[in-house]
């Protein structure tokens, strides 16, 4: 059975740090790039960041742009999101999505890829 498992979600107060991972079960992420989605409650699904298959390319939302760091290991099948300076509106539940044979993308519905079941992010004081 294909799955996608997140992990590291948490609650942090603003200007705090988090990091997420995700990891697959029944595949290898290799050939898939992998992109972390956010959706806060009434919200679309809004991309975050994105890696390329091969980790040489990133892409990130201007709203997370010099606070997010996603990065991958092909070796230990893995990819992270670093997220510092935390802000209120980063809470959401956060999805690690894999795409296979697409280049990184941060617009998809939750029809297209692989999705995980999500970790909650809560930024609160």
């Known amino acids: 059975q294909v799955q996608l498992v997140e992990s590291g979600g948490g609650l942090v107060q603003p200007g705090g740090s988090l990091r997420l991972s995700c990891a697959p079960s029944g595949f290898t992420l290799d050939y898939y790039a992998t992109a972390w989605f956010r959706q806060a409650p009434g919200k679309v699904p809004e991309g975050v960041s994105c890696?390329?298959?091969?980790?040489?390319?990133?892409l990130y939302a201007d709203s997370v742009k010099g606070r997010f760091t996603i990065s991958r290991d092909n070796a230990k099948n893995t990819v992270t999101l670093q997220m510092n300076s935390l802000k209120s509106e980063d809470t959401a539940v956060y999805y690690c999505v894999a795409f296979l044979g697409t280049p990184c993308r941060l617009r998809a519905s939750k029809s297209y890829g692989y999705w995980g079941q999500g970790t909650q992010v809560t930024v609160s004081s």
């Open positions: 890696v390329s298959d091969r980790g040489g390319s990133t």
